[in-house]
Structure formats: structure tokens, C-alpha cells
């Protein structure tokens, strides 16, 4: 069965403090990893698609990883303003799109 | 301009009415969804709407059921609510199925008590 788990749940750093989210995947031939970031009260806002093992995608102080298990999602100096839940998702070949349960993250100033 | 919009962005009421929830979007996309978010902040996919193709998630009370006037809109219609439809509802698009950037709306956030 297609599963998609995130760590941590929760994750707690001060501006500046580089850490990584990490997402692991079972799937069924693998059509697309994607990232999106969800702030309180919105929609998902898309990130990065990240398509076969290997591929590394990057904006601003992010940074997405992708092996054949995982995906990584590296923060860079993060800043408050970096505070949201991440939450990752894959598309199998039967076009299911599985979404993990996210990863809250809150930067300190 | 905003790329989706659905309303109402909430929405009380009271067990066994009947509801719907709009959306449109402006982003000339082929594929459009529902999406569930519960209380523990789980997106489950309710139905994709593709080409008047619709793919149905078989865990969906069929209470449930989506109606699409076109291209650009893709409506929510819940039947005989119940306590546990309570959540926050997404609607989405993407260019199409196999394109899975998908835009979505604000949400609606549906009580019912």
C-alpha cells in the first residue's frame, strides 16, 4: 500500500538554526514527489516537484532531495517568516496523489 | 485576481441539511479536486475532475458529489450532513492529472452541529 510519512511532527529552531524535514515514501511506481507549504488559516502553497532519485531542487532558503525511499527538504538560516506546516506528497502511477500528515515548523527570532 | 476561489470560506449548520460549496478557477487548467483536511491536518482527496472525467475516492460517502457546470468550475453539493463532515474543504487545480502542481483555493471551513 502507498504510504507517505513525515518527521518530525513538530519542529522548533532559532532564526539562523539549519535543520532538515524528512519525508519517506512506499509508492507504486513513483510519478512525482512534490513539497507545498501550508500557513494557518490558507491553502497549500506548491514548493518543488522533484521526479526521479537524485534530483535536488532549490528556492530561496530551501533545498529538495530526492532518493528512491526519502526526501529531504533542507532549511536553510531559516526565518520566522519560514514558520508553516511543510507537507509532501507523492503521485503514483495510477495518478493517486498521497499526502503525508506534514511537518509544523516555527522558527524563533 | 485571485487563481481559486471557492465559498463560502465558512460555513455552520446543522445536522441532516443539505450544502454546497463553490469553486471557480481562473487558471484555464484542465484537472480540478476536492480535498478533506481534517482536524490532525490530513489532506485526503475526495474526487479529481479531469476532461468530465471523474475519478472518484471510493472512502467518500456518496452524500458526497461534485458538479462541474465547466471547465472552470467544480462544485461541492453534501447531503444529509453529519457531525463527523466537520473539517476544512479544499478545492484545487492543475494543468492536468499528471501535472500535479496543483493551486488551491482558501478552503471552507464546514461545522455542523
Known amino acids: 500500500e502507498d504510504q507517505v510519512t513525515q518527521s518530525p511532527e513538530a519542529l522548533r529552531l532559532q532564526e539562523g538554526e539549519s535543520s532538515s524535514l524528512n519525508c519517506s515514501y512506499t509508492?507504486?511506481?513513483?510519478?512525482?514527489l512534490f513539497w507545498y507549504r501550508q500557513d494557518p488559516g490558507k491553502g497549500p502553497e506548491f514548493l518543488f516537484t522533484?521526479?526521479?532519485?537524485?534530483e535536488e531542487k532549490e528556492k530561496e532558503r530551501l533545498k529538495a532531495t530526492l532518493t528512491k525511499k526519502e526526501s529531504f527538504l533542507h532549511i536553510t538560516a531559516p526565518k520566522p517568516e519560514d514558520s508553516a506546516t511543510y507537507l509532501c506528497a507523492v503521485q503514483d502511477s495510477n495518478y493517486q496523489l498521497i499526502w503525508g500528515a506534514g511537518t509544523k515548523l516555527i522558527i524563533k527570532p | 485576481d485571485t487563481a481559486v476561489s471557492q465559498t463560502p470560506k465558512y460555513l455552520v449548520t446543522q445536522m441532516g441539511n443539505d450544502k454546497s460549496i463553490k469553486c471557480e478557477q481562473n487558471l484555464g487548467h484542465d484537472t480540478m479536486y476536492w480535498y478533506k483536511q481534517d482536524s490532525k491536518k490530513f489532506l485526503k482527496i475526495m474526487f479529481s475532475?479531469?476532461?468530465?472525467?471523474?475519478?472518484i475516492n471510493e472512502t467518500v460517502p456518496n452524500r458526497f458529489s461534485p458538479k462541474s457546470p465547466d471547465k472552470a468550475h467544480l462544485n461541492l453539493h453534501i447531503n444529509s450532513l453529519e457531525l463527523g463532515d466537520s473539517a476544512v474543504y479544499f478545492c484545487?487545480?492543475?494543468?492536468?492529472?499528471?501535472?500535479?502542481?496543483?493551486?488551491f483555493g482558501q478552503g471552507t471551513r464546514l461545522t455542523v452541529v
Open positions: 509508492v507504486s511506481g513513483l510519478r512525482g
Open positions: 522533484l521526479y526521479s532519485a537524485g
Open positions: 475532475y479531469n476532461n468530465k472525467e471523474l475519478i
Open positions: 484545487a487545480s492543475s494543468q492536468d492529472r499528471g501535472y500535479n502542481e496543483a493551486f
